[in-house]
């Protein structure tokens, strides 16, 4: 009978001795696992959007005593523009305002401190803006065709059909062509009646122009 209880008082030993052991691994599984950990955030990691969020928001899976969140653009500038912030009416939730470093990836750099144990806990994410569509541009206005001024009338050149007039001995002025072109040349400057008698007489040109102005100065 002795035998019997001092047996069943060794095995109450040792079951306790199993169950102490059973209660420390579980609390170290505990404490090992006590951690703020990313639970959630607007944007979602890998998630695209498709303009820049004015603010990042992290959710955790424990209660923060401290946060810290850092976010860098596609061309690798700091595009936080300030501190992250913790939520008190939920101190799960911390915040960070952001500033805009155009379409690409964007990566969030977060450390935090659990409010829990006090555990420190690190990590990353990326999210990516896909940004708009430029808009059209309008073609510039054309501005309308400036009226065409009125052309000057066309004069018709005389057509030389190289018919020689009798009686001119200046070759400058034999044909009727040649005398019209003089008498343009010198309109209003000359007494023309003045100008055609002198040639018929076949005096040279300088001649003919010569007592052709005289004439229309006597007038």
């Known amino acids: 009978m002795m035998k019997s209880n001092t047996s069943m008082a060794h095995g109450l030993r040792l079951a306790s001795a199993a169950g102490m052991t059973v209660l420390l691994a579980l ?3 505990s404490i090992a696992f006590a951690h703020a950990n990313y639970a959630s955030s607007t944007p979602v990691l890998n998630a ?17 005593s401290s946060i810290q ?3 860098t653009g596609p061309h690798g500038s700091e595009v936080t523009t300030g501190k992250a912030i913790i939520d008190l009416a939920h ?3 911390a915040s960070v305002s ?14 935090n401190v659990s409010s829990d144990d006090g555990d420190p806990n690190d990590g990353s994410f990326v999210f990516t803006v896909a940004g708009t569509a430029p808009a059209a541009v309008a073609p510039a206005a054309q501005p309308a065709p400036a009226a065409a001024a009125p052309s000057a009338p066309v004069l018709v050149a005389c057509i030389e059909n190289g018919q020689v007039t009798p009686g001119m001995s200046d070759v400058r ?11 343009d040349k ?3 400057q000359i007494d023309e009646n003045t100008f055609n008698f002198e040639l018929s007489e076949g005096v040279g040109l300088e001649t003919a122009l010569a007592k052709a102005m005289e004439a229309l100065k006597g007038h």
């Open 27 to 29: 609390s170290s599984a």
């Open 48 to 64: 695209t959007v498709s303009a820049m969020p004015a603010t990042l928001a992290v959710t955790f899976s424990e209660e923060l």
């Open 69 to 71: 969140i850092n976010v």
């Open 91 to 93: 101190r799960t939730n």
């Open 98 to 111: 952001l500033t805009d470093d155009g379409p690409g990836v964007y990566t969030a750099i977060w450390h």
């Open 173 to 183: 002025v034999n044909t009727y062509c040649k005398r019209q072109a003089i008498r």
């Open 186 to 188: 010198y309109k209003g």
